[in-house]
């Protein structure tokens, strides 16, 4: 998710996907492991479904700490290409990966590796602490990130200095200002191709809107600024969210849905979605599945519960002991005519949960 074409982040990253898509840190010590994820192969037993396979895992930062800060609570991957000189000293690494904690950090990890390398702290105009969930970067470095608490979206300098902060439709803020619910807002972000619209997913239904049905919000860019634009409609599941989507170079969406069940575990599903004939509800009160309203199409990529377990263990119970709160979703690069995808989850800083980068190839 980041404030730059994700045309242009495909096509760098097809430069460094075998980077970005090699082995996880392997010893509890993330700034020096060097392991390789757990299964590497692409064989048939590795697909997930006839679009999506799994190439790997690792739970290398699970409990870690980098610098004093702990390694986890990740909302949002990023790449963060190579785009000015190197800086002589702090500051994310030019060519890493930046991975969001939902408690305001932003980290750089090795590309390689996924090994911290830096962590910048985030916090909103009176230093308060950030619910950071949604991540862009955009092709200058600076750094997009959504906060759930208000909602709101902000660009951040590499340091963590506030730049500015974008318009955000009142409806979407939370009760009594608008209609939507604490810790239910802005989860996704991400750019369409082109860099002049930013777009941001709602968790969960605003007030007024049926269950299920979320809002997807779209900013254009505008002499460098950001100005509100069309909104669009796309129906989850019943019982999940929104807590990640991922623009395609042609405009359609990769999206992630995600729920979970106590005593079931977590259920996570990859879906393609393709917002370009939706319909503008920018100007629609309540969406309640009313004619003349043509919602984002979607297409089931995978369900995660089907990817084989790779011998992965849980900390509670799962259908797939694969599974935890996947919640980041990143596009490294192309190979072979599929996408290299990278997930991550969210342990919430909590020992019966892990953190996990997943590594999928997905075909579009």
């Known amino acids: 998710m980041r404030l730059r074409t994700v045309l242009a982040t495909l096509t760098a990253g097809l430069a460094a996907a075998a ?10 010590h993330p700034a020096t492991s060097t392991a390789t994820d757990t299964a590497t192969n692409t064989a ?68 390689k590796t996924r090994a911290p390398r830096s962590v910048v702290p985030l916090a909103d105009e009176n230093g308060a602490a950030l619910d950071s969930e949604g991540l862009a970067i ?17 660009r951040y300098s590499r340091d ?35 860099g002049r619209t930013l777009l941001a ?13 979320v809002r997807f919000q779209t900013w254009q860019r505008h002499h460098g600024r950001f100005a509100l634009s069309a909104q669009y409609a796309y129906r989850a599941d019943s019982g999940l969210g929104v807590p990640e989507v991922q623009a395609l170079p042609d405009g359609r969406l990769l999206v992630l849905e995600r729920g979970f069940t106590t005593g079931v575990g977590n259920t996570v599903r990859l879906y393609v979605a393709d917002p370009r004939h939706a319909t503008d509800t920018g ?58 995808v990278l997930l991550a989850s969210d342990d919430n800083q909590n020992a019966a949960q892990t953190t996990r980068f997943y590594r999928l190839r997905v075909r579009v």
């Open 138 to 154: 955009d092709g200058d470095g600076t750094r997009l990130i959504t906060s759930e608490t208000e909602p709101s979206i902000r």
């Open 44 to 111: 048939p037993s590795n697909a997930c479904s006839p679009a999506v396979s799994l190439d790997g895992f690792s739970d290398a930062l699970d409990k870690t700490t980098f610098d004093g800060a702990f390694v986890g609570n990740f909302s949002a991957l990023a790449l963060d290409l190579p785009h000015s000189r190197p800086r002589s000293s702090g500051g994310t690494p030019i060519g890493s990966l930046a991975a969001l904690s939902d408690r305001s950090s932003l980290f750089g990890l090795d590309a």
């Open 160 to 194: 963590g200095e506030i730049l500015d902060r974008l318009p955000v439709p009142s409806s979407l803020l939370v009760a009594p200002a608008g209609r939507a619910t604490t810790n239910q807002t802005f989860e996704g972000l991400t750019l369409l191709p082109g």
């Open 201 to 213: 997913s709602m968790e969960y239904a605003i007030s007024g809107d049926s269950a299920g049905i």
């Open 283 to 340: 100007g629609v009160a309540n969406l309640t599945g009313q004619d003349g309203v043509r919602l984002v199409r979607k297409t089931l990529l995978a369900d995660i519960v089907n990817c084989p377990s790779l011998g992965a263990t849980a900390k509670q119970p799962q259908p797939n002991p694969l599974l935890d709160n996947i919640e980041a979703m990143v596009i490294t690069g192309r190979a072979k005519g599929r996408l290299e």
């Open 19 to 28: 980077t970005l898509t090699a082995a996880g840190p392997a010893n509890a």
